[in-house]
């Protein structure tokens, strides 16, 4: 049974849409959440599910290094086979990235290598695309640029917001990481796309 840990930073939807996913003959399990901000509303919803949580704070720490020694120091004695980053919005360092190397996933609002950083449904808006979505990728020393494990496709209609298309695209996210991550932990990493 694989060990899954996930990195959470606010509301933890794609945490729970794994933590929910993560049971019966999936082959893993969470064993614990942990987010850098003590207010994270996935947090409670970890805490609801029985999963074990953790807080470590990046702003109690001087240095990105400090805090990273801090993080490993609560993932390390659980003994993860995989990182999960769920909404996680630090950036790891690739000192950090070489410890878990091959091990961390991540989901981005977009349909990597379109609109990696942030604000990526306006970005996609305003270039009058007519289709947008989410990347589930490995985790590596270039942001948002690791192979892609899955992408989930969905359509940008002609009166959306950045935020009805957020939330169309969350929907797609919710079915996307827990599908990549059953594979992942079956060590396949057979790319998956949704529709
Ligand atoms: C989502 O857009 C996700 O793609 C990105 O962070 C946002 C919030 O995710 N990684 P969650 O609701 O906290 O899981």
Known sequence: MKRVAILISGSGSNMEALINNMVGNHPARPVIVISNKPTAAGLNKARSKGVPTAIVDHTLFDTREDFETALHAQLEPLKPDILALAGFMRILSPQFISLWRGRILNIHPSLLPKYP?????????????????????????????????????????????????????????????????????????ELIEFP
Do not use: S
């Open 117 to 189: 950083g942030l604000h990526t449904h306006e970005k996609a808006i305003a270039a009058k695309d007519t289709e947008a979505g989410c990347t589930v990728h490995e985790v590596t020393e270039d942001l948002d640029a690791g192979p892609i494990l899955g992408q989930a496709r969905v359509p940008i209609l002609p009166n959306d917001t950045k935020d009805t298309l957020a939330k169309r695209a969350l929907e797609a996210e919710h079915m996307l990481y827990p599908a990549v991550l059953n594979r992942f932990a079956t060590g396949n990493k």
